[in-house]
């Protein structure tokens, strides 16, 4: 199944190593509102806007409404946002690749909904992709029209001393590592701020912690801004060059090929976790195609999404280099002190199962592409008195940990 309801592992907890990749960006400040109408220069932005709409989103054979208020439109394949990237230019989608060895996944005809805007029974045609429509207000959120759809450009560090971006997080370094997957349980953190957010995801990571960084990202993520609500919402991210002038989250600009056309990128996620009660996971994979030389991602076991075409890539043409699973939030403090944006459930790890929010089963991709368990997790939380971070090995669960916290507390000001 692509989800499924988990009982409680017997926690054997460890903390290990200092070593983290955190991309470290500073908040820009929401635009202040203006409600006289200037000729000008709103004209001429309402102009951008619209003109920039019309290049993402394509004309579709069908449009479903959400519950939420998301319009899924059902975009013919050949027509999604990345075929207009100059090297794909008047290309189809690739058929799928050979999936990593390890167990076999449920067949995806009897995987249920993961997600809102498909609880209804409408689906969208062979043939077509499901894609989240993007609205004038949906670019009017964010802080700038230039940076729609994509993180700051950002200053990396090894350390995470700085910057707003706060983390706790499992990694491993020092191999090569041609992909990642884990399961992790999908959880409503309350933002305070339009300008955060909190997000729970796998990283896939080359390059020196500099300008050639390149990464692949995907998970779930709560962001105001960017979706205009506060539900946790499946995303993914790709850059390489730390966030400075390539990549973006979701279809929001020509890069990740969709092949899937059950599941919409930046659709809200449904069921989620409840609080001393059924905790509900999504399984995610990435990898590399021994082949061609692709990144695929797969979301719920079966369900292959599609993929970033190698081409995008400098240091992630060949193998990551590092690969973290974990829960980061922006703090900007807004009201003067450590936000109370949470992470993961808004519970510490040491609460446990049902309380706080997990990664479990752990793996990665090696040269034989293979899925094999970590050689040596480790964990570190950025500030742990806000949030925190326990990790364990078990039968049952393998490599996993317990994550997250509420922010701002008696011990975390």
């Not at 989620?272 to 030389?293: C, E, M, N, T, Y």
Request: aromatic fraction near 12%.
């Amino acid at each position: 199944m692509a989800s499924s309801y988990v009982r409680s592992p017997r926690i054997i907890a460890f903390f290990i190593g200092f070593f983290l990749l955190v991309s470290v960006c500073a908040a820009n400040a929401a635009p202040a509102t203006n409600n006289t109408f200037q000729p000008g220069e709103e004209l001429a932005k309402l102009k951008r806007i619209r003109a920039h709409l019309r290049r993402l989103n394509k004309p579709s054979a069908k449009t479903i409404q959400s519950p939420d208020g998301d319009l899924i439109d059902c975009v013919p394949s050949h027509l999604q946002p990345a075929f207009d990237h100059p090297e794909l230019k008047g290309q189809k989608p690739l058929e799928p690749p050979e999936r990593p060895k390890g167990p076999e996944p449920a067949d995806p005809a009897t995987v249920e909904s993961l997600q809102l805007w498909a609880v209804s029974g409408e689906s969208c045609p062979e043939g077509t992709v499901p894609i989240r429509r993007t609205t004038e207000a949906d670019m009017l959120r964010a802080s700038s029209l230039r940076g729609f759809g994509r993180k700051p450009a950002a200053m990396v560090r090894r350390d995470s001393t700085s910057g707003g971006h706060e983390h706790a997080v499992g990694y491993v370094t020092g191999e090569q590592y041609f992909g990642a997957k884990a399961s992790l349980n999908v959880w409503a953190p309350r933002v305070t701020t339009p300008s955060e957010f909190s997000l729970s995801q796998i990283w896939v990571i080359s390059g020196s912690f500099g300008g050639d960084l390149n990464t692949i990202e995907a998970g779930w993520q709560v962001s105001p801004e960017l979706y205009g609500d506060n539900r946790p919402r499946f995303f993914t991210y790709w850059t390489t060059d730390a966030y400075q002038a390539t990549g973006c989250y979701n279809l929001l600009c020509s890069g990740f090929v969709q092949t899937n056309n059950r599941v919409a990128i930046g659709a809200a996620i449904s069921p989620l976790s409840a609080l001393s009660g059924r905790q509900f996971d999504i399984s995610l994979l990435v990898w590399k195609d021994p082949k061609h030389g692709n990144w695929w991602l797969e979301f719920g076991p079966g369900l292959l999404v599609g993929y970033w075409p190698s081409f995008l890539f400098s240091r992630l043409a060949q193998h990551a280099s590092m690969v973290q699973f974990g829960g980061e939030v922006v703090n900007t403090k807004a009201a003067g002190g450590h936000t109370g944006t949470q992470m993961g459930s808004g519970h510490f790890a040491g609460e446990g199962f049902g309380r706080a929010a997990y990664f479990r089963n752990l793996q990665v991709v090696d040269w034989d592409n293979s899925l094999v368990p970590l050689g040596n997790l480790r964990v570190l939380a950025d500030h742990p008195n806000c949030y925190d971070i326990k990790g364990g090995i078990n039968k049952g669960w393998g490599h996993y940990f317990y994550y997250g916290g509420p922010g701002r507390n008696m011990r975390c000001s």
